[in-house]
């Protein structure tokens, strides 16, 4: 039978829309539904690290770590734009600790138990010598020994840190990831549809029938096979809206955060041990904030909207300050966000054990059904190219082609952003140093489109605050899927920090003109 589609993906978060783009770049139709906004959930919620997982040492998640630390700098060639590369302290005390049920702690008491659970630095240092060379680095630098009673990074710090390890991982702007993965797909051929929910899903002889609601409006699509990307939702959907048993199931896990304004002048990160074996990070973000995160606490209702508690809040406030030599309070925290990881569940004991690895599973009782358990924002493109090799068999396709394929606006050297900044601004001197700046880091080589033949900042339209304009929601909502102030100020930019509730309502009440005027 001719379906409309060949592979049906429900859910448009990072593994979602990744699967979209590798499939279609294979030549096969691709149709995707999102209930929400694109990486409305956990894929705009996360700690934005492209990593190896550091600490995932410790539960000698070697195969995942390797496969993240090559995977880096795959990303980082083909959206410079989104990401960029960070150096990380991490300060060494003595009273450094191990979390009990850490394996590596578990081995360590075994042969040396007068350590008492202590971390030491011979480990940490073995730890990042691993780090340095299991994934191999082409642009990287390896890492760095940092005294710190005299370098900047040991300005902020409590003088009891005199010693610190420096290494490298990237960072990510996580929710523009998924938007460009989508849009690069639908400019491939993929059909996008977001604020859509799939009701239901039926094999009916060899293809799936799919039920889609749109605004209360029902109508039907075909396809030959389904990916299950529901995230913290993909139970659901194989209970729910495909109706089949499952013996695999998720653990959901909390990682909450806090922003505070800037507390340190480098930048540079830090990775911050606790005496009780956990580990936050604290990392420069958007030029005058700092972010730190995150936790871990189950959670149990997948139905409930993750926030940031004030246990939660309490928790990070304190593990800061047993760094910082300016105490930090509630007071300080200025925004907070929250995502659900969908953790496959292996029957580990807590929240932090369980394995942050992916697993699918495919069921082939007629028109086959893949489902998408867990995984990490690092490795979703080696992740859509193993559920390809999956589907392949069912629906054919062609080989894997998205290593080093530039995202949309990434199409220019990880060396070469400052000068992009510095073009920019000479063919539009009415920006500022913040605004090109912003631009570049959103957009790439596509932030000249978007600013098109404009030679004054009136020509943009309407002025919205903190440098958003008319002419970038307008941009925004063509070729971002945005339909409201939040897709705006919340996930496709983060100026929702520098926004008053009225400018922020101003740009819902223009989105709403322009709608009813499309």
Known sequence: MNTDFDIFIIGGGINGVGVARDAQGRGLQVGLAEMNDLGGATSSASTKLFHGGLRYLEFFEFGLVKKALIEREVLLKAMPHISWPMRFVLPYHKDMRFEGDTPTSKLL???????????????????????????????????????????????????????????????????????????????????????????????????????????????????????????????????????????????????????????FDHDKSYFFQGEDGRIIFAIPYETDFTLIGTTDAEHTDVSAKPVATDEEQDYLVAFANQYFKQDISRDDVVWTYSGVRPLYDDGAKSATAATRDYVLTVNDDGAP??????????????????????????????????????????DFKVADRDALVATLKADYPFLSDFWALRLIRA????????????????????????????????????????????????????????????????????????????
């Not at 075994?110 to 082409?138: H, Q, S, T, V």
């Not at 420096?166 to 996008?192: F, H, M, P, Q, T």
């Not at 068999?393 to 394929?405: H, K």
């Open 109 to 263: 008491t075994l042969f040396m138990p007068w350590m008492k659970g202590r971390r030491p630095a011979w480990l940490i240092r073995l730890g990042l010598f691993m780090y340095d060379n299991l994934g191999g680095r082409e642009i990287l630098p390896g890492t760095e020994t940092l005294d710190l009673t005299t370098g900047p990074e040991g300005a902020p710090l409590k003088e009891k840190f005199e010693r610190a390890y420096e290494y490298s991982d990237c960072w990510i702007e996580d929710s523009r990831l998924v938007v460009l993965n989508a849009r690069d797909a639908e400019e491939r051929g993929a059909k996008i549809m977001t604020r859509t929910k799939v009701v239901s899903a039926q094999r009916q002889d060899d293809h799936w029938v799919i039920d889609l609601d749109h605004d209360g409006a029902v109508h039907q699509v075909t396809a030959k096979s389904l990916v299950n990307a529901g995230g913290p939702w993909v139970e659901d959907v194989i209970k729910g809206v495909v109706r089949l048993n499952a013996t695999e199931g998720v653990r959901l896990v909390r990682g909450s955060h806090i922003v505070t304004k800037r507390l």
């Open 443 to 518: 957009y790439g080589t596509d932030a000249a489109d978007m600013l098109g033949d404009a030679t004054t900042q009136a020509d943009l339209g309407e002025d919205f605050g903190a440098t958003l304009t008319a002419r970038e929601v307008n941009y925004l909502m063509r070729y971002e899927y945005a339909r409201s102030a939040e897709d705006i100020v919340w996930r496709r930019s983060k100026l929702g920090l520098r926004l008053t509730s009225d400018q922020i309502a101003a740009i819902d009440t223009y989105i709403q003109t322009v709608v009813g005027t499309a």
């Open 369 to 410: 059904l893949l489902n998408i358990f867990g995984g990490k924002i690092t490795t979703y493109r080696k992740l859509a190219e193993q559920v390809m090799a999956k589907m392949i068999p069912f629906v054919g396709g062609s080989d894997d082609w998205t290593a080093g394929v530039a995202l949309p606006g990434g």
